[in-house]
Nanobody
Framework: QVQLVESGGGLVQPGGSLRLSCAAS????????MGWYRQGPGKQRDLVAS???????NYGDSVKGRFSISRDNAKNTVYLQMNSLKPEDTAVYYC?????????WGQGTQVTVSS
């Protein structure tokens, strides 16, 4: 059974940093595009960042220059380093892994940015 398990969320002050992790029990993980999405209260779920099997990264406009996505194929894990956090970054952050015919989501981890 495929599982994506996020960790690393929590409460942080504005300007602070967090690193999210997503451990994926996906066969041939290295072939998947992995991404982070977020959904704030009353908002739609939006792409935060993605990284392809070849290492190409893509970021949402609101996080460019502050967030960084990376992957460790040996550990079947994708990371999201979040710096200079703002209150508007508050959301549930979801991990996603997708390939040609498969699409998997994690359960999400809450990130709250507040003083």
């Amino acid at each position: 059974q495929v599982q994506l398990v996020e960790s690393g969320g929590g409460l942080v002050q504005p300007g602070g940093s967090l690193r999210l992790s997503c451990a994926a029990s996906i066969s041939r993980f290295s072939l998947y595009t992995m991404g982070w999405y977020r959904q704030g209260p009353g908002k739609q779920r939006d792409l935060v960042a993605s990284i392809t099997s070849g290492g190409t990264r893509n970021y949402g406009d609101s996080v460019k220059g502050r967030f960084s996505i990376s992957r460790d194929n040996a550990k079947n894990t994708v990371y999201l380093q979040m710096n200079s956090l703002k209150p508007e970054d508050t959301a549930v952050y979801y991990c996603r892994g997708w390939g040609f015919i498969s699409d998997y989501w994690g359960q999400g981890t809450q990130v709250t940015v507040s003083s």
